[in-house]
């Protein structure tokens, strides 16, 4: 029996399969305005790419900002414990995780045990979470992931002096009048980002080992300029960090099921 | 004799000049790209009101974001001390002054003399500026300057939860897309404004009298809103709020010159 974890995001919904030992497949698409839609037709993707049906799953747990809306899920958890149980499932020797969302930011410190010991998160200001990129992205004409790819080309990188995503937004527009290279607004916005998102994690404080979690994981742009910040490197985990809450979900549910036979043995 | 204050801010840019001690023509504009060509135009156009010319200004006085490039400036001012300056000057029982500028806010406490002792500013989060109301004007497809009027007509203004610029433009579009009424949502706007406005005044603590200055002063939905925030009822000048920094250094101008001669 294998489990699954779905997670409905604000940009993107994701889902794992996962059978006792790997991840068996994933599937990742972007969000509609409808959770519900945006759930059943990623699972249906990621079944359909592992050969399963539904009825193959023994228990499915739902995360994200739209869990509580996905009809087939028996367990609704939240993201950070989700990313958390994700991460430490793949690299048991973490204790840190920064998972940069669409729309938000957290920082979580685990035990060696994949407990959770604190977390801090940003939803209110959207600089230092993916919205600060879109947003970017969108004023250079460009897509989110050429932000990171582009970034790697710049010689000068600009320094943005607003934290603020409107002001900052502004600054950008003058460099464009000016026609400073793509590549180096890239790499500017890709450090301010950086600089945004250190500062909540030091905060939580630090410990190693770290990982980034959340499609902004995939920017190298802001992936090392967060390992200057923060002086540490950063694990670069074997799944796609897109799906981290995702796969959480799924080991969650294992256990689930595992528990639920553990009992009924007993019995 | 005559003189002159020119407030570049970063939306708009404001001259005023005076003769003796009244204010004989005054010019608004919006801001061009840059701000020396702003300060130009509209000092040109207030003296064109004035029937006079540069060389008939005994000093000039610079304010606002862009007062470093004002080349006519005899001198520069800042913004807070102009704003407390000229509200103190219209009204003598002001003591407070909050002003709301296209990307600042500021609330400025004054003594018996019209001088600064204590002050409050916030140009790091645009959520707490007029920014915020500009940002929800583009989203909403209407004028900034008709966002008072359509308030007026609120019934129930909806609460903003979010304070986010970025954040809260998305949620005003939703909002707008399950038909929500109009008046409400830009009552709900400053409602949210006023809020943040009026925490960064109960920083400084409230004095008595306050008045409002800067052009998101001339909305009287925002107005109501803060008044309502504050719990107090403000000063309202029949002055434009908008020309109260160039008045300020128009009057900082004549002090000067008066000094020179």
Redo the contacts between chains.
Sequence with gaps: MMSAGCDVGSLTTKAVILNNTRVMSHALIPSSFNPEKSAAEVMALALNAAGLTMKDIGFCVGTGYGREKIPFVGKAVSEIACHAKGAHWLLPSIRTIIDIGG?DCKAIRIDEKGNIVRFITND???SGTG??LE?MAKLLGLELEELGTLSGQSRNPITLA??????AQAEVIVHLNSNTPKADLAAGINQAMAARVAILAKSVGVEKDVCMTGGVAKNAGVLDAMEKHLGVPMRRLRVDPQVMGALGAAVLAKEKMEGASHVRSRL | MYVAGCDVGSLSAKAVIMKDGDVLASHVIFAKPEPEESAREVMGKALEKAGLTMKDIAYCVGTGYGRDSIGFADAVESEIVCHGKAAQWLMPEVHMVIDIGG?DAKAIRLDDTGTVIRFAYND????GTG?FLE?MAGAMDIRLEDMGDISLSATNPLSISN?????AETEIISLINAGKNLADIVGGLHKSLAHRVAALARGIELDHEITMTGGVAKNAGMFAALEEALGVKLSKMETDPQIIGALGAALIARRAAEKDG
């Excluded at chain 1, 607003?162 to 002001?167: L, N, P, V, Y």
């Excluded at chain 2, 790091?124 to 959520?127: D, Q, T, V």
């Design positions: 729309q209110k200001c959207a919205r600060f947003v607003a934290t603020c995503t409107a002001w | 990307q790091r989060c645009a959520s920014r940002v304070q986010c610029v970025v954040f």
